[in-house]
């Protein structure tokens, strides 16, 4: 509640402020800053040409932004900077009623500028518009960022690897383990070659040698005595 009476008020003091100004600076304007610029040397102000320049610029531009209720704070503040330069160089000497030339109108514009400039000029203009667009901008990323961040990781789904035929792993002990169905298959270490089991067979005469029952048939020739029988199974 508070808020909304703060920018209603806000908004009437930018109105009236606003009002007040733009009349000010377009009678400047309207006269020529030739004009204004003599008038600003007669009351002793220097630098006259330039002053009226930037009293009819501020005046009348910064009004209508007051108005808009666009760059609020850096317009008041220049506003205020004008009051000062008039209530210093002409007002100041004269008293305070206006009546007799005194600071009361400059006075009371300067320190509604000064409010304007340390308050702002509320949410009822553009740049309360333009604030809650950034802000409602920020919220909006903060709360993304913020569930992004409580968002749980996806888990990565087991890879499944086909094999044909009973696989075999080695158990808790050196020993081999018999896959299901399928008889005890050794687990070789890499790199060793499994050489076949072959049986042994009985030493055979190689070619152009004699065996031991050639010899004897050969000693029985020689000495006339017949040959010597083979044993059986032989």
Known sequence: ????????????SRVVLGVIFVVHGWQK??????????QFREMGIPMPGLSAGFAAI??????????LGLLVRPVALLLLIDMIGAIVFVHAGHGVLSQNG?????????????????LGGGRIG?????????????ERRIA????AAHRPARRAEPTTVVTEGPVTQPGPESGPTRPEGGPTTPVRPEGEVEH???PRQPNAPRPGHLNDEDMRDIDALVSDEPPHPKPPNR
């Open 196 to 198: 076949p089991n072959v």
């Open 29 to 38: 304007w309207q006269g020529g800053l030739g004009a204004a610029a003599g």
């Open 144 to 147: 993304e960022d913020d569930l």
């Open 1 to 12: 509640m508070r808020r909304v009476l703060f920018d209603v008020a806000a908004l009437i």
């Open 126 to 138: 553009l740049d309360g518009i333009v604030h809650s667009m950034f802000r409602r901008r920020k």
């Open 58 to 67: 501020v005046e009348l531009i910064g009004g209508v932004l007051l108005i």
């Open 102 to 118: 005194g600071w009361e109108l400059p006075g009371a514009l300067g320190a509604l500028s000064l409010m304007l400039a340390a």
